[in-house]
């Protein structure tokens, strides 16, 4: 039983090590490389933004236990993609849209 306890902690750190990479590429600022996947280029672009708190957003991630995470997906899922994604999605895209847009000529 040790020697496979030994096995699955080499494991776990083999994937933890693959993990960091993205979290360090995206906490120095390097931002993703665009051949990541999907979940890839999410971690390092959490791993480089702040709330506007100025809390690391992947401080979400320590701040809850896997029961608590557990029980906020199910309230994602209870809620719907309409209220938790879409809806934060286009009150950023709006403020976007409103900002003018400054050229580098026109800056003064």
């Avoid at 993205?22 to 999907?38: C, D, F, N, P, V």
Wanted: charged share 30%.
């Amino acid at each position: 039983m040790r020697g496979e306890d030994e096995v699955e902690a080499a494991k776990c750190y083999r994937r933890a090590e693959e993990w960091a990479t993205y979290i360090r590429r995206g906490a120095s600022g390097r931002g993703s490389h665009g051949s990541e996947s999907t979940s890839e280029y999410l971690l390092v672009e959490a791993a480089g933004a702040v709330l506007p708190s100025g809390t690391p957003v992947l401080m979400l991630l320590n701040r809850f236990s896997m029961e608590e995470l557990a029980d906020i997906r199910a309230a994602m899922d209870l809620i719907g993609y309409d209220q938790w994604y879409w809806a934060p999605k286009q009150r950023a895209e709006s403020s976007l849209a409103n900002k003018p847009i400054r050229s580098r000529r026109n800056k003064r």
